[in-house]
């Protein structure tokens, strides 16, 4: 409930970041920088070899991770003003800084694009090369086989894999090696494994050929400087006319302009973020496909910078700044946490749901290489399933229950708990989405997840360039809007449940 204030800021809402904050964002971009090479080095130097490949997808794990939240961001913004919130004015500039941080998201998907172009294939296998042959028709032969080749993905294990002695040859000499490392115990399934990757590997050369006129370099490029164009440009619009108020005489005026953009703004958010989830994440396995991925993507993203608002407003706090930010907004912000995490989980089971429904074996096996086993029979128990109930304790019943309680949304040390187990429960749904692809490549053939030592140095990496981008963007004006005509109302906001 809003009631009609005039805005008495504090002396703490009008200070600025100075100084110390543009050292704190340089850095962490230096320590960003420094942590992408170090992770680049470890993973050179790992036993298993593969050094570059694993790179590139914990890169990917990371980039996905922090544009998701940047995309949230950018979300909140536009959805405010498309709905004319009130209480949300105090906070609101923590938002914009996070959506206006998109050009530093542009030059970090740089390497993604190398990748993309050095036509191997080795991190999106429809970039390779050899799909740009005209004579190159793929294993055409495998899809009239009798049995589809995902459907012996996902049916092998099942049928051979626990057989005493079923194990063909090949499959014996590729468990050999696991038998005498740590994965011992998963040596039964290594040759499945092996398998399971080949067999996915024909697939894709039979499927990609029929999909290349939008799997090419060119239009992936072209795509994501369109999409990068819309981020940047709505984000870096929004914060700069929020600014502007503050010294116009027109404040009303540029409320209206940001209102009116807002509804065009939140479709082509919603067709770019759609798109943008395709491409950078679901191509990673061009045979796989979900018509949900899109909200998938975006309900992380949203849960992702709700959690990043709460943790950075209660920061700033400690450093003296937004006295003004109460427990009222907080109780919002930790309403919509709670709400994300809901929507979250529902979009997470309307997609297993729906593909286990209709039991299509090209659908089937992704959730079987990541540890769930939607076609009956015997279970196949990897490490990936471990990480796939972590998930669904972790992000979404245990904070459902966590976050239901009223009072927990207005403690703060509660909320920062839940917003940092969030955060750490959106970044292994990254991981748990992105790096069954790199285990599961023929190369490899890696019946389980791997210690993400790499993965985790990425984060560091990447997040020490997005947030020291994010803090340099956000020494440039002050922190709270305080030119918008609504901020007396979110001031002497209050909730009533």
Request: charged residues 15%; neutral net charge; contains cysteine.
């Amino acid at each position: 409930m809003a009631h009609h204030h005039e805005p008495v800021l504090k002396e703490g809402d009008k200070r600025r970041l100075g100084a110390g904050a543009r050292s704190f964002g340089l850095t962490a971009m230096v320590v960003g920088v420094v942590a992408l090479a170090a992770a680049l080095g470890a993973a050179k130097m790992l036993p298993n070899g593969g050094g570059f490949e694993r790179f590139g997808f914990a890169y990917v794990t990371n980039y996905a991770y922090f544009l998701s939240i940047t995309l949230g961001g950018l979300f909140l913004v536009l959805v405010t003003h498309l709905f004319r919130a009130g209480w949300v004015v105090a906070v609101r500039r923590i938002a914009e800084v996070i959506a206006a941080n998109t050009p530093v998201m542009a030059v970090l998907f740089v390497p993604v694009l190398l990748y993309v172009f050095m036509g191997n294939g080795m991190i999106y296998p429809w970039a390779n090369a050899k799909y740009d042959d005209p004579s190159f028709g793929g294993h055409h032969g495998a899809l009239e086989a009798p049995t589809h080749p995902a459907a012996q993905i996902i049916t092998v294990a099942n049928e051979e894999g626990h057989a005493g002695g079923g194990a063909d040859a090949h499959a014996d000499e590729v468990a050999k090696p696991y038998a005498e490392t740590e994965h011992a115990q998963n040596a039964e399934h290594a040759g499945l494994v092996s398998e399971r990757a080949h067999h996915h590997a024909e697939l894709t050369d039979a499927l990609v050929p029929g999909k290349r006129p939008y799997l090419t370099k060119g239009f992936f490029t072209l795509r994501w400087v369109i999409y990068l164009l819309i981020w940047a440009g709505l984000g870096l619009y929004y914060l700069k006319t929020s600014v502007k108020q503050e010294d116009s005489g027109e404040k009303a005026k540029l409320t209206r302009k940001m209102e009116v953009l807002a509804a065009p703004g939140t479709f082509l958010f919603a067709l770019s973020i759609t798109f943008a989830a395709f491409d950078l994440v679901m191509s990673l396995d061009p045979v796989w496909f979900s018509t949900m991925w899109g909200v998938y993507y975006f309900a992380g993203s949203a849960l992702g910078a709700i959690a990043t608002m709460i943790l950075a407003l209660m920061t700033l706090q400690r450093f003296g700044y937004l006295p003004s930010v109460n427990v009222e907004h907080y109780h919002d912000l930790g309403k919509l946490l709670f709400t994300f995490v809901f929507f979250w989980g529902y979009i997470a089971f309307s997609q297993f749901m729906l593909i286990w429904y209709a039991n299509l074996p090209e659908t089937n096996y992704w959730f079987e290489l990541r540890g769930i086993t939607t076609s009956g029979g015997n279970p196949f128990i990897s490490g990936w399933t471990w990480v796939a109930l972590a998930l669904l304790f972790g992000h979404l019943l245990i904070p459902f229950l966590g976050l239901l309680s009223r009072w927990i949304k207005r403690s703060r040390k509660l909320l920062a708990f839940w917003a940092v187990w969030l955060l750490v429960m959106h970044w292994v749904d990254h991981w748990w989405v992105v790096m069954p692809n790199y285990i599961y490549t023929p190369a490899q053939s890696i019946p389980g997840p791997l210690f993400p030592s790499v993965e985790l140095l990425c984060l560091i990496g990447v997040g020490g360039i997005a947030i020291g981008g994010a803090v340099l963007r956000a020494t440039g004006q002050g922190l709270i809007a305080a030119g918008d005509p609504r901020l007396g109302d979110s001031l002497g906001h209050e909730n009533m449940y």
